[in-house]
């Protein structure tokens, strides 16, 4: 069972939602797929870490076998190449390493040349593994550290809690592509509620099931209490505002270590998605 | 030698944007003629300041001028030795004959990519 936390916003909860889901399972697996920021581990501190590196093909020419045909270059569909003095030039940034300009190559002058964009992290958090997806600074695609990172989720059959980044962009796409159910964590306020509507579209689109999870609850915040409504979307728990609950998180503890009646209420939440173990 | 500028849907109003004008005008010195080409870039999904480079380098251009350009656009031309100049004011014609005139400072600020990155 794979449980996707998202939110359109930043700073929702997605992550003390996932975080707290994983800790009250106990037996499950934790996936940061918030890349360029994952902060799951803060949390969780995992133990006996062990690092694999994600690189991404880049092409190469081989100037002694290119005949500057220029094949490659009107081939590129991402146009991250470009023909300068009769040679092809790459653009690192915008390839999308698909590996057509090699294909294309009348002279096998394209090679493809591996580079390190990021890493995977795996350790554990008592009984929980965590697993945490970490792109390296100034890359423009946190997309194959993601897919690399959600290799750890198959054949488990133990609950996989995937932290997903913010937004509803193709890093977002891509982290609840496989997902079983998908835990959209709202925060009642205007802007919140605004990004809240933008992945709900977008799960409703890949046919995803969804809950809701309202964080910072002070009261009904009726344009969402209204939406959930009329789109049949269950809120599953509402998390309230309150300072107790932001002392804990602001001191990197877990909300279901701390306080015993959080860790049944996340077990609840984790049994209404359909991940609760018999 | 051609001079290449990045124009508006007035065609004798320079565009704003380099890689995503919608169209370019090519000025020929030597005829004095001016040819209003449409950009393939402007419409393209990503790699649009890449793609309009392209272009400037496959209409043999030697120079641009323009209001703005991005670093992936900056990097492309220069490599091709293509000078970069930056415009005063809108107007087309009075650029080029600024240009002509050698009035025109060069461009050496260059933008970070507004997007085109997946």
């Not at chain 1, 890359?139 to 980044?165: F, R, Y």
């Not at chain 1, 269950?234 to 959080?262: D, H, M, N, Q, T």
Request: with cysteine.
């Amino acid at each position: 069972m794979k449980i996707a936390v998202l939110s359109g916003k930043g700073g929702a909860g997605k992550t003390l939602t996932a975080v707290n889901l994983a800790a009250a399972a106990g037996q499950a697996v934790y996936i940061d797929c918030d890349v360029e920021e994952p902060n799951g581990r803060l949390f969780l501190k995992p133990q006996d870490v062990s690092a694999t590196e994600v690189t991404t093909a880049l092409p190469e020419f081989d100037p002694e076998k290119c005949t500057g045909c220029r094949t490659c270059v009107d081939f590129c569909r991402f146009h991250a190449l470009v023909y300068i003095k009769d040679k092809p030039k790459v653009f690192a940034e915008v390839c999308h390493s698909c590996g057509g300009c090699s294909l294309v190559c009348p002279d096998q002058a394209v090679t493809e040349r591996e580079k390190v964009i990021g890493r995977v992290e795996t350790g554990h958090h008592g009984e929980t593994r965590v697993v945490t997806g970490i792109l390296n600074l100034g890359e423009a695609s946190g997309v194959p550290v993601i897919q690399e990172a959600l290799k750890e989720a198959e054949g488990q059959n133990v609950p996989v809690l995937i932290d997903c980044p913010p937004g509803s962009a193709c890093p977002v796409v891509e982290s609840i592509s496989d997902a079983d159910f998908c835990i959209l964590v709202a925060e009642p306020t205007a802007f919140g509620f605004h990004n809240f509507c933008m992945v709900h579209e977008l799960a409703a689109l890949l046919g995803k099931p969804c809950g809701v999870v309202i964080n910072k609850w002070e009261g009904l915040y009726e344009p969402l209490e209204e939406y959930c409504k009329e789109k049949k979307l269950p809120i599953l728990l509402r998390i309230p505002y309150e300072e107790r609950i932001a002392e804990i998180v602001s001191s990197g503890k877990i909300l279901v270590e701390e306080v015993p009646e959080y860790r049944k209420i996340f077990q609840e939440l984790l049994k209404k998605t359909g991940g609760g173990q018999a | 030698m051609r001079v290449i500028l990045p124009v508006d849907e007035e065609k004798d109003v320079i565009c704003v944007t380099f890689g995503r004008a919608p169209y370019f005008a090519v000025h020929d010195t030597e005829t004095g003629t001016t040819e209003i080409k449409n950009n393939p870039a402007s419409q393209v999904q990503g790699g649009a300041g890449l793609k309009a480079a392209q272009f400037v380098l496959d209409c043999q251009a030697e120079a641009l001028i323009t209001p703005r350009c991005g670093t992936n656009s900056a990097e492309v031309l220069q490599a091709a030795d293509v000078k970069i100049y930056k415009s005063e004011g809108m107007g087309v014609s009075q650029n080029i004959e600024a240009f002509k005139e050698g009035k025109l400072s060069v461009l050496t600020h260059f933008h970070g990519g507004y997007q085109g990155i997946r």
